[in-house]
């Protein structure tokens, strides 16, 4: 997962980017201006990030990169479909009002296409091959790690391959959503 520089300048980097009604932020930036400052800011880095996946084609399997800013998603993701690569996908990450996405994409020929030409809320379904381990063996260690989590696994017909296997996991319930909140009003009854 590449963690990306988000900005262009300092000036980027001092705010431009937010709306002048926002509040400052809340925390500090501990990182070195290398580290967030990049030529041509995140969308430039990450396409350049994807020129140089097409030279190593398939020996990754699947190239990631988070992405700071909503306004480059756009930009990205036209690249990719001119690249002609057909197995994209992104997701949206959030943690309190912070708002992050992840950009995938993979030239395995083997992998069905994936491409979303928006960033609307998407039901994605990855396919991948285990070649070290039996369908068995890694259906067994899903099944395991969705038992001890708080997620919900559904078996999905596939026909009568063997060599196949399908599953919808799903939160089972929202417990991400106003912790902070929930616990102040357990406690404190606030």
Not at 9 to 19: L, N
Not at 38 to 46: L, P, S, Y
Request: charged share 25%; with cysteine; hydrophobic share 35%.
């Amino acid at each position: 997962m590449c963690n990306p520089p988000f900005f262009e300048d300092s000036a980027d980097m001092m705010g431009s980017s937010r709306s002048r009604d926002r509040a400052p932020p809340l925390s500090i930036c501990t990182a070195t201006p290398p580290e967030v400052i990049t030529a041509g800011g995140e969308e430039k880095f990450i396409k350049d990030l994807v020129a140089e996946s097409l030279e190593l084609g398939s020996k990754v399997t699947w190239y990631t990169s988070m992405v700071g800013k909503k306004s480059s998603l756009e930009g990205i993701l036209d690249y990719l479909s001119r690249s002609s690569i057909k197995r994209a996908a992104i997701t949206e990450l959030k943690q309190g009002k912070t708002s992050r996405w992840c950009v995938a994409w993979s030239l395995t020929p083997t992998l069905p296409p994936l491409l979303h030409p928006s960033f609307r809320k998407i039901n994605t379904t990855y396919s991948f091959t285990c070649p070290s381990a039996s369908l068995d063996t890694v259906v067994g260690i899903i099944r395991d790690v969705t038992c001890t989590s708080h997620v919900t696994l559904v078996d999905c017909k596939t026909g009568t391959s063997r060599e196949q296997w399908c599953g919808w996991i799903s939160a089972a319930e929202n417990t991400w959503s106003y912790g902070r909140r929930k616990r102040r009003k357990i406690v404190g009854g606030k």
